[in-house]
């Protein structure tokens, strides 16, 4: 079973940068297929923003690319999604996800992005 804890969301001006994290415990990174980030605004459906597999390719959706960017430390086997030039559309619950092959999955608790002045 793998445990997923989402850090460092809150609120940021527009065009601000904000950092998240994701800690998973229970299984090493390395051995997780998939890891990624994904993201929820109210009255909309969860959208896919990044992802990392375990030999380190990265994927954007769209509103990412060019903005976001996700990267890992093996060592504190966290995954983090490090984002600049938030617009206030940016702002969703995020959620980090652990896809280690069927039924192996796994999501955090989610934390709060607010882009607003």
């Known amino acids: 079973q793998v445990q997923l804890v989402e850090s460092g969301g809150g609120l940021v001006q527009p065009g601000g940068s904000l950092t998240l994290s994701c800690a998973a415990s229970?299984?090493?990174?390395?051995?997780?297929?998939?890891m990624g980030w994904y993201r929820q605004a109210p009255g909309k459906q969860r959208e896919v923003v990044a992802s990392?597999?375990?030999?380190?390719?990265?994927n954007y959706g769209d509103s990412a690319k060019g903005r976001f960017t996700i990267v890992r430390d093996i060592a504190k086997n966290t995954v983090y999604l490090q984002m600049s030039s938030l617009e206030p559309e940016d702002s969703a619950v995020y959620y980090c996800?652990?896809?280690?092959?069927?039924?192996?999955?796994?999501w955090g608790q989610g934390t709060q992005v607010n882009v607003s002045s």
């Open positions: 229970g299984r090493s990174i390395l051995s997780i297929n998939t």
């Open positions: 996800n652990a896809d280690w092959g069927a039924p192996g999955n796994a």
């Open positions: 990392i597999t375990k030999g380190g390719r990265t």
